[in-house]
């Protein structure tokens, strides 16, 4: 397990390495000068001049890129322009609120596209089965600004159930914050649930045609046991893979998700730091989120290794 482990961590250090290197180069090309960001388009020349000279604006990008992810990994990501105030603890403040919500809507895809997914799978060809591919194709197609409006407008103007937008800490009021991220965790896990349903299906129709489960039946086991034991527990590979990767992409959605819902994570804080060309901030996420999606391959490969006996006896 440790040197499966420690192969996996070996080809994740190099794509880490690139993912930097490619968001610190994104940075250069993108508008404007960080200088007059900073100083303010009435600034002197000479002031423009000093903040580049303090900030390392006038180093070759080599430089700067090593002074970049050396601050980084101290756990420094830099000054807000705006306001001056440290971007890292910035962050911090807000991954608990995307995490919250990310956790939520891959909850609420789980359950409604596994269970829907391998119904499908039994079902093959009949109406439950059209049903749950309609269900799937739309799920997939719906764009999760417009659900989260049409949520809005049902949930809170027309009914008053729940609120409209905010979020409320888990730690502070629990029913609160179940009610807070209930229709942002189904605009974000929609999409989700709709992809798990027929990766599900598709993975539970392979192993019902192989031949150990019509052996279980030709035994007499129960069919809740071929089912669960025999067929879905083989079918985990692929939806563990779907799971662990869509989460990250979990965060590239919660952009539009949160400042629909007016949710203060990290999409929302992207979305603002755009407008008021924070590009440090902008970068920073962006970073985050590609270490995120290397994590959750790192975990993907881990729940491989559980879950697939094949690879634990060749280890």
Known sequence: ???????????????????????????????????????????????????REEYGFNDPLVIQYFHWIGDIFRGDFGVSYRTRQPIGPMILDKIPVTVTLGAAAMLFSLVIGIPLGILAALGKGKGWDHVVTVFAMSGISIPNFWLGIMLILLFAVKLRWLPAGGFVPFTEDPIGCLRSIAMPAVVLGT??????????????????????VRTARSKGLAERVVIVRHAFLNALVPIITLATLQ???????????EQVFSIPGLGKMVVDSVFNREYQAVQAVTLLSGVAFVAMNLLADILYFWANPKLRANR
């Open 247 to 257: 989460f990250g992409t979990l965060l590239a959605g919660a952009v539009l998700t």
């Open 191 to 212: 999409a989700l649930a709709a992809a798990m349903m027929r990766h599900t299906r598709s993975a539970m129709l392979n192993i019902l045609q192989q031949d150990y």
């Open 1 to 51: 397990m440790l040197r499966f482990l420690a192969n996996r961590v070996l080809v994740a250090i190099p794509t880490l390495i690139l993912i930097s290197i490619i968001v610190f180069s994104l940075q250069q090309l993108l508008p404007g000068d960080p200088a007059l960001i900073i100083g303010g388009g009435e600034a002197s020349p000479e002031v423009i001049a000093a903040i």
